[in-house]
């Protein structure tokens, strides 16, 4: 059994994902590998699995024949993404294979809850056992539902099948089912939850601590990420309100975007104006339309500033001195 050392869940997701496809054997003779062949051959609903035998190979205990959704997510996704020391942490205790005892793990550690993220333990109830009776890996967050990674399971999205044949990719919805999600602890074991494909590269800065920066669009939507694409809205402000980023940075197109930390969310700089520090000290006034005040005195809130070529308010003494048209020029005195 390979173990991969991953440091992120996304790329520890991928070890989960090589074994989509994979079909339980009919018996001990031959359980089969990964490859597209390996995958199906010798298939049946006995629950010999190549599972078990990685199980096997870190405990020393031979679970063949039983269900093994839970035996899948401990050594199938935990142990080959992470390796058996970070797995056990990861999993709140331990290894497991019953989902009972996975549950009561997380529980006790605080780590349940009623809404999913990436890299989560899905655990499903079933009424017929009156205990937790199915488990998978949380690989997608969606607005309604979630997508898992299960194992011991059978296709068909929003259907929970305990005891199948496969190990399979399922979408499911919220309501209509008992469910709960355990939350390992990856980043406090050194595990990013970032997604490498939405990684963004963040400056930091200051505003006025008076009066933040204004919002000049009738309602201005917060997203999740600094971009229109591929983000969500999470909320709305409303024109003439006053907010506070702590960062800025920018889109694929360049538009300056801002992140207010009271709401956890990007605004678009094309629909604000403000005062903006940059992390080396330096001022500028940003304008609706995404636009600065360069190279002249404008006046602000009934006072004057000057601001030079970049756009930076100047602070150093200056004299302001008329050309033969009567335009102010600046010079460092």
Same mark, same amino acid.
């Given at each position: ?8 869940? +996304? ?18 003779? =031959? ?16 629950? +010999? ?28 996704y ?9 797995a ?7 290894l ?10 997380? &529980? ?14 899905v ?20 607005? =309604? ?7 011991? %399971?059978?296709?068909?999205? =929003?259907?929970?099948?305990?005891n ?8 499911? &919805? ?11 602890p ?10 490498p ?9 200051? %505003? ?23 983000? &969500? ?25 801002? +992140? ?5 969310g ?12 940059? @992390? ?5 006034? @940003? ?8 190279? =002249? ?29 009567? @335009? ?6």
């Amino acid at each position: 059994m390979k173990i991969y050392g991953c440091n992120n869940v +996304y790329d520890a997701i991928k070890v989960a994902e090589k074994c989509l496809g994979y079909l339980e054997k009919a018996n001990m003779r =031959d359980l089969g590998d990964l490859t597209p062949e390996g995958k199906v051959r010798n298939a049946g609903y006995g629950n +010999y699995t190549l599972y078990w035998s990685w199980y096997d190979e870190v405990t020393d205990d031979n679970y063949q024949g039983s269900a093994y959704c839970a035996g899948w997510l401990s050594v199938g996704y935990f142990v080959r993404a992470f390796g058996v020391n970070l797995a056990k942490k990861l999993l709140c205790g331990d290894l497991f294979i019953w989902c009972p005892s996975g549950y009561e793990q997380f &529980k006790k550690a605080g780590r349940i809850y009623d809404r999913p993220k990436v890299g989560d333990v899905v655990f499903y109830w079933s009424e017929s056992l009156g205990r937790w009776g199915h488990t998978g890996l949380v690989v997608k967050e969606l607005d =309604d539902g979630w997508v898992a990674i299960e194992a011991n %399971t059978s296709s068909g999205n =929003d259907v929970v099948v305990r005891n199948g044949g496969a190990t399979v990719r399922k979408s499911y &919805k919220y309501g209509g089912k008992k469910v709960a999600f355990g939350r390992p602890p990856y980043e406090e074991n050194g595990i990013s939850t970032q997604d490498p494909n939405t990684m963004i590269t963040t400056y930091n800065i200051n %505003t006025n601590t008076m009066f933040g920066i204004i919002i000049d669009a009738d309602t201005l939507n917060v997203r999740n990420l600094p971009t229109v694409n591929g983000s &969500k809205v999470i909320g709305q402000l409303k024109k003439g309100m006053s907010v506070k980023p702590t960062l800025k940075s920018f889109d694929e197109k360049g538009t300056r975007w801002y +992140y207010v930390p009271d709401i956890n969310g990007w605004i678009s700089g094309n629909y604000v104006h403000g005062w903006i520090q940059e @992390a080396d000290g330096r001022w500028w006034y @940003a304008l609706y339309g995404g636009g600065w005040y360069t190279g =002249d005195v404008y006046v602000i809130n009934e006072v004057a500033y000057l601001f030079d070529d970049a756009g930076y308010m100047v602070e150093e003494p200056t004299i302001l001195y008329p050309d033969k048209n009567g @335009a102010l020029h600046s010079k460092k005195r």
